[in-house]
Nanobody, 123 residues
Framework: QVQLVESGGGLVQSGGSLRLSCAASGQIFSNYVMAWFRQAPGKEREFVASITWSWGRTDYADSVKGRFTMSRDNAKNTVYLQMNSLKPEDTAVYYC????????????????WGQGTQVTVSS
């Protein structure tokens, strides 16, 4: 079992920055891929960014490339999402996920989710 706890959301003006954190506990395997997904009101949950736990290789949705950076601190079992140049369309609940799988160009979430953290970007 894996437990994930997110933090760092809030209200920010357009163009501002936030950093989300996701602290993981339990049985974290070195081959896990960690990811952030988000869900805006009335929309489906979508992939935002991923990182491999062992090598730190990252991948991003086109909508956030160049603005968001995902990183991890293995010693703290924590992954981060640094979000810069935020836009109102980034407003959503952001979820951390563990054991993500990729098929083609699609990321499929694993079974482990955090509780979510709200990010609101005002125009």
């Amino acid at each position: 079992q894996v437990q994930l706890v997110e933090s760092g959301g809030g209200l920010v003006q357009s163009g501002g920055s936030l950093r989300l954190s996701c602290a993981a506990s339990g049985q974290i395997f070195s081959n896990y891929v960690m990811a952030w997904f988000r869900q805006a009101p009335g929309k489906e949950r979508e992939f935002v960014a991923s990182i491999t736990w062992s090598w730190g290789r990252t991948d991003y949705a086109d909508s956030v490339k160049g603005r968001f950076t995902m990183s991890r601190d293995n010693a703290k079992n924590t992954v981060y999402l640094q979000m810069n140049s935020l836009k109102p369309e980034d407003t959503a609940v952001y979820y951390c996920n563990a054991d993500v799988r990729k098929g083609g160009t699609t990321y499929y979430p694993g079974n482990y989710w955090g509780q979510g953290t709200q990010v609101t970007v005002s125009s």
